[in-house]
């Protein structure tokens, strides 16, 4: 029986999505409405994407009765209102990351989904990837000895979009795409608090971060070095050195399709979309669906590969290096 899927919002990422999910056996997945803030946009989204049924409000998705699982794919704030009108209508959810704007939100939004005991999951969707697989099998067996240190950087020339450089839409470098740097090094060292955390920036006049460096040590002397920005393309790779070898998470590291090992070079080609994506590498996508789908079929309320208590720890992370650049969002205050 197929996934029954609800797609909550009509932009580019759902768009994306929607496209990923079509590379997948039609009797294992299944777009069966979409819903925007208008009805005119969620229409021409339905028209383009073969869907049969769209919304023009949230609100009508969450009374739907033939949707097993809700993407959500809107603005970053505005994730946490609406995903706890799904989850507390007790509909599966895949949010986008960030899963909301601070630690507090984050944790009303995993009360929610485990008093209504429904699934969860953050949509990072770099952890479904196969080089991911491949990463933990290679790091389970010391492929490159002890890991002392793990290098992750992430950088494009976004300064001409509001959603990167406006306060009120979620912006920042961090919060954006540096959340991907973050999570590599937390996935690294298998979801173990740091030791400390310190990092710097520089902000825009908006108030959000252009540029930021986090720096975070674990036990045993290990350490990472997290490197994002909104200004400037960076290498956008990533890196973990052993005292027996190196792996390289060839550029993009956020949807790799590349993994090197001690200068072995091995690929994970994708899918040929149907239509033509806005991301990079987006076909990909389609590897979280196939996750939430395997949960969904065992029962499971999460995933093991990103799991409630990492988005957790990811946004605590978040919380203290914004606080230490300076960087607040109106959430913060609430």
Not at 197 to 219: C, N, Q, R, W, Y
Not at 303 to 324: C, F, G, H, P, T
């Amino acid at each position: 029986m197929a996934t029954r899927w609800g797609i909550c919002g009509a932009g580019k990422i759902c768009h994306d999505f929607c496209v990923a999910l079509k590379t997948l056996p039609q009797q294992d997945h299944q777009i069966v409405a979409v819903a925007a803030r208008s009805l005119e946009s969620a229409e021409k989204f339905a028209k383009t994407h073969g869907i049969p049924k769209a919304h023009g409000s949230y609100q009508e998705l969450v009374k739907n009765p033939d949707i097993d699982v809700v993407y959500i794919g809107i603005i970053q704030t505005h994730h946490l209102q609406v995903g706890l009108m799904f989850l507390n209508a007790g509909k599966n959810v895949l949010c986008e990351k960030p899963f909301a704007m601070n630690l507090r939100e984050v944790r009303r939004f995993i009360s929610a989904a485990r008093e209504n005991n429904v699934f969860l999951m953050e949509a990072v969707w770099t952890r479904c990837f196969p080089v991911y697989a491949e990463l933990g099998r290679l790091l389970s067996e010391d492929a490159v000895g002890s890991v002392k240190m793990v290098k992750a950087y992430f950088g494009l020339p976004l300064l001409d979009r509001a959603l990167t450089t406006e306060k009120e839409q979620g912006g920042g470098a961090l919060m954006n795409i540096g959340i991907y740097c973050l999570q590599f090094a937390l996935m690294v060292f298998r979801g173990e608090r740091p030791e400390s955390i310190h990092a710097t920036g520089v902000l825009l006049p908006s108030g959000v971060d252009e540029s930021m460096v986090v720096v975070l040590k674990f036990s045993g002397n290990r350490m990472a070095v997290c490197v994002c920005s909104i200004a400037c393309d960076l290498p956008n790779d990533a890196t973990i050195c052993g005292d027996g070898g190196m792996i390289r998470m060839a550029r993009p590291m956020h949807c790799p399709t590349v993994l090197e090992v001690n200068g072995r070079r091995t690929e994970f080609p994708l899918p040929e979309p149907g239509l033509p994506l806005n991301y990079e590498n987006s076909a990909g996508l389609r590897y979280e669906a196939e996750e939430v789908r395997r949960c969904l079929l065992k029962g499971l309320k999460e995933s093991i590969k990103m799991s409630l208590a990492d988005s957790e720890l990811l946004v605590e992370v978040m919380d203290e290096a914004r606080r230490q650049v300076g960087v607040a969002y109106e959430q913060d205050s609430q």
